[in-house]
């Protein structure tokens, strides 16, 4: 008799304890759904879209026009675009990427090999950056700025049966190499030229077979 008296007791204090098992329950659920329907109700905080790699990217890959699956746009915080972040896909267009590109990575200008309105743009497809000597005197003393045009002409023959010709006309001058003595360097200054790939096997053909080969620089806004 005492064990069914403790059986009973047992049964109604769990029916007291119940209800206010389910009043705890229903109150943690009202307060989920509150805080549900205001974050709901409260809008993403604003941000902006930078361009990224979609899969990593190899260096000397070369954006095509449709991006070839390389690029996507990402989200981020509001003020959390750095310099050099680019913001369109067409600023990547027709470059080549000189660094390697993890997946969601930005694509920044260096990435690209640097922003074309401070330096020389990167070489783009079928393009070649080839030094010529300058050979010509006082020409190594004044030479061109990078960014600067100018004319390769070579010249064959001597006296009245030698000739000069316009070997490329209007090439980019990337950068001027000065030779150092010291480090064992005797084949003197020279000039990198941004060419295509016909221009630089004109040009190394001047250089191997004629008498001289000079660079000339254009006046600015010479057409």
Do not use: H, K, N
């Amino acid at each position: 008799m005492p064990r069914v008296r403790t059986a009973r007791a047992g049964v109604r204090g769990l029916r007291i304890r119940r209800p206010g098992a389910w009043f705890v329950l229903a109150a943690l659920l009202a307060v989920g759904a509150f805080l549900l329907a205001r974050g709901a109700g409260q809008s993403a905080p604003p941000g902006e879209r930078v361009l990224v790699a979609a899969r990593p990217v190899a260096p000397g890959t070369l954006i095509g026009t449709d991006g070839s699956g390389l690029l996507a746009m990402a989200q981020v915080p509001a003020g959390g675009v750095l310099p050099g972040m680019l913001r369109s896909a067409d600023d990547a267009v027709g470059r080549r990427v000189v660094a390697a590109v993890a997946a969601g990575e930005p694509i920044t200008q260096a990435a690209l090999g640097g922003d074309p309105r401070i330096a020389p743009a990167p070489l783009a497809a079928d393009e070649r950056a080839m030094p010529v000597p300058l050979r010509a005197a006082g020409v190594a003393a004044a030479a061109p700025l990078p960014g600067a045009r100018v004319d390769v002409m070579a010249s064959d023959g001597e006296g009245l049966a030698g000739r000069t010709r316009v070997v490329v006309s209007d090439a980019e001058v990337l950068a001027v190499m000065r030779a150092d003595p010291a480090d064992g360097d005797v084949g003197g200054d020279a000039i990198l030229l941004r060419l295509t790939s016909d221009q630089a096997l004109e040009v190394t053909r001047a250089l191997d077979f004629a008498r001289e080969v000079r660079v000339v620089a254009r006046p600015a806004g010479d057409p």
